[in-house]
């Protein structure tokens, strides 16, 4: 192409560009009056109101039946059309125009049961009853469940949305599309939502977590992966089991697995790059009863957890190797699960890099720049990360909620677990200013594109 019809071109563009409202304060009105609805205290109080009620009834994986039919309730009241069931207790709404460019908001609806483990993410072997051990109002009416992740204020805060995009649905420039998922902890509800289509023909997605660490109106997130990839295994390692006293006459698991172990150790130490994050852990063992019996056989198991597909797969193929080999040194045999079918396998969430400069922007105006900051990836898994895959681009951030004087909150899945509810203006503002701005700006992008094919055709 000859650069006189470049500058024409360009020209055409500017013209185009200048015809359209401006970034940030574009026609669905500027983020930063999102907030100002969002504190607004009817507002406010309704979604108090919302959160009190689901966290009184809390609902595990594939049984928010209770919190479904609140959902849906309120998008009737609020005037919006939503699919349902969606992954059987799933309910998929839409603010807009009904067609395209599609954005996604993400919120996951499920409570936790009885849970051994503090981490977020992590699923094991049930053990202690998780009661709530807050008392306020609204404490858990249901024993051995409690919304200690925070996901009751997740449902609240994009019903919060819904209500102000509905508000300015005449200046959408495209479709929102609210999906609120069941069973995020480690029963797939995203893959199982992604399969029943809730998110076909969307071209991004936001989802947050709220955040015990940092302070009200702070959120922190990153470009690239931002939550790791988790896989699990059990191992059962076979020899010939005999009495303690007459070693030689018995083929040693138990020996067999002590290898094993502390040679699955070298895996990260040895074999990933130090830059690379992994982990290997052994957290299970179980094998022989008695003073003076070598068992049978001694059953391993753990998890295994990395950024990068890459050096996912290659975890799971080397874990394999060294069971499998360490336990031929000692004449062992040994046979490895790794559990697909039982236990949900998260993949590593990555987040867009466009998506990441939209949200610092976005993020920015609503909170102030400063308060918009990078972190660190976390070693938890998060099943956004199957949306992360599935959608072209996806984006996962989180969601200050501390203030310091009311002293510091606890982690999630802690029984002692709460939500700071200042903190649900923030998330309702942050969603519904991602969804808007992003359909104004795919609008003026798609704008452009199309002016740039009408001056080919011309010329
Ligand atoms: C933090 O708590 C104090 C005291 O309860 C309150 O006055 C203040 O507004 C809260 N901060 C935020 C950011 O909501
Ligand atoms: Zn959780
Ligand atoms: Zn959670």
Same mark, same amino acid.
């Given at each position: 192409m000859g650069s006189g019809r470049c500058v024409l071109l360009a020209l055409l563009l500017r013209l185009l560009l200048l015809s359209e409202? !401006?970034?940030?304060?574009s026609a669905a009105g500027s983020s930063s009056s999102f907030l100002g609805e969002a504190k607004d205290a009817e507002v406010f109080q309704w979604m108090r109101g919302l959160r009190g009620r689901i966290h009184e009834h809390p609902e595990l994986a594939y049984e928010e039946f209770e919190t479904s039919r609140l959902i849906r309730e309120e998008l009737d009241a609020m005037g919006i059309p939503y699919k349902h069931p969606v992954a059987v207790t799933g309910v998929v709404g839409f603010v807009g125009t009904g067609g395209p460019p599609f954005v996604a908001l993400r919120a996951d609806m499920d409570a936790l049961p009885i849970q051994m483990c503090s981490l977020m993410g992590c699923r094991s072997n049930f053990v202690m009853i998780l009661q709530e051990s807050v008392e306020w109002e609204h404490k858990s009416k249901v024993s051995g469940k409690m919304h200690a992740c925070g996901h009751d204020g997740h449902v609240t805060m994009l019903l919060g949305a819904a209500k102000i995009l509905q508000r300015h649905r005449e200046d959408l420039q495209g479709t929102v599309v609210l999906v609120f998922q069941p069973a995020e902890e480690g029963a797939g509800g995203a893959k199982k939502m992604i399969e029943d289509g809730a998110v076909e023909n969307v071209e991004a997605i936001f989802g947050f977590h709220v955040d015990s660490e940092n302070p009200v109106g702070v959120v922190t997130s990153r470009p690239g992966p931002v939550m790791a990839g988790s896989g699990f295994f059990e191992a059962v390692i076979s020899g010939k089991g005999g009495h303690a006293a007459i070693p030689h006459h018995t083929i040693d698991p138990i020996m067999a697995a002590s290898n094993v172990i502390v040679s699955l150790q070298?895996?990260?130490?040895?074999?990933?790059? !130090?830059?690379?994050s992994q982990v290997v852990t052994v957290s299970k063992i179980q094998g022989g009863e008695a003073f003076n019996v070598i068992p049978d056989s001694v059953v391993i198991g753990g998890t295994f957890r990395s950024f990068s597909r890459e050096s996912f797969a290659q975890l799971r193929q080397r874990i394999r190797e060294v069971i499998v080999g360490q336990a031929s040194v000692q004449r062992c045999t040994a046979t490895i699960d790794f559990l697909d079918d039982k236990v949900s396998h998260f993949p590593v969430t990555v987040n867009s890099e466009d998506l990441h400069q939209h949200f610092v922007e976005v993020a920015g105006d609503v909170l102030g720049s400063n308060n918009v900051r990078t972190r660190q990836p976390v070693m938890g898994s998060e099943d956004f990360a199957f949306f992360s895959e599935a959608v072209p681009a996806a984006y996962y951030y989180f969601l200050g909620m501390k203030n310091e004087s009311q002293g510091p909150l606890k982690p999630p899945h802690s029984p002692f677990f709460r939500i700071n509810e200042e903190v649900l203006p923030y998330g309702a503002a942050l969603h519904a200013s991602l969804a808007a701005e992003y359909l104004a700006q795919a609008h003026t992008r798609s704008a452009a594109a199309q002016a740039q094919g009408q001056v080919h055709d011309e010329l």
């Open positions: 409202p !401006p970034a940030g304060v070298h895996l990260v130490s040895r074999e990933a790059d !130090p830059l690379d």
